[in-house]
């Protein structure tokens, strides 16, 4: 949807999700776990050199297109994990307001409206019934050729819902400005056919149920 909605703006798109894995994947390769003690210390280095570039919805890690091991279930837990660290929220917050600043964007994340843009223009928070959003990510998959059960999605899914809900950083919450949509029942085109009626029809942002 927000590749979409990007699209019919005429704007760039950053799925933030996708910079969390980026770290994961680095992280991994250079041999590096959260558990690893001194962790925050041992990224250090990492984060400091670390380049992450979206060209399209490619995204291109210290100049290797690393888009398709970003579906991978491990990078996803590792990166849900990462991103409870302090060093890696500020780094990838940096990085994300600097691709803020010349506007033009659509950002989603799951801090975007609390954290990282607590001014955006226009916020939305996009919700869906837990099951409905793990039958959507397993054909997501699937299609992608993962070996993963249905079951494994949901139970993954409800952990890093508990995780990132629960963590001190910039947790997992709707912003008390943000349009909430509840897309369990919608296709990604009713979706976007609310958000640009929002966008269009009100021109500031504001709290309701859809």
Do not use: W
């Amino acid at each position: 949807m927000a590749k979409a909605l990007a699209r019919e703006l005429g704007f760039r798109h950053v799925n933030t999700g996708a910079m969390y894995r980026a770290v994961a994947i680095e992280a991994r390769e250079s041999g590096l776990t959260p558990d690893d003690p001194d962790i925050e210390a041992r990224l250090a280095p990492l984060l400091a050199s670390i380049d992450i570039a979206f060209e399209g919805e490619r995204l291109i890690l210290n100049g290797n297109d690393v888009t398709p091991k970003l579906g991978e279930p491990e990078i996803g837990e590792l990166a849900s994990r990462f991103s409870a660290l302090a060093p890696v929220r500020q780094k990838m917050r940096d990085l994300q307001q600097a691709m803020g600043r010349e506007g033009g964007l659509v950002m989603e994340g799951r801090d975007i409206g609390t954290a990282v843009f607590p001014d955006a223009e226009f916020k939305f928070y996009l919700d869906a019934q837990v099951e409905v959003r793990a039958e959507r990510r397993f054909a997501e998959l699937a299609g992608k050729g993962v070996a993963i059960t249905r079951n494994q999605v949901l139970a993954e899914l409800q952990e890093r819902d508990r995780r990132d809900s629960n963590r001190k950083l910039a947790p997992l919450r709707c912003a008390d400005d943000a349009i909430v949509i509840d897309s369990s029942r919608f296709t990604v085109a009713e979706v976007l056919a609310q958000i640009q009626s929002r966008i269009k029809g009100t021109g500031s942002q504001g709290s309701e149920k859809a």
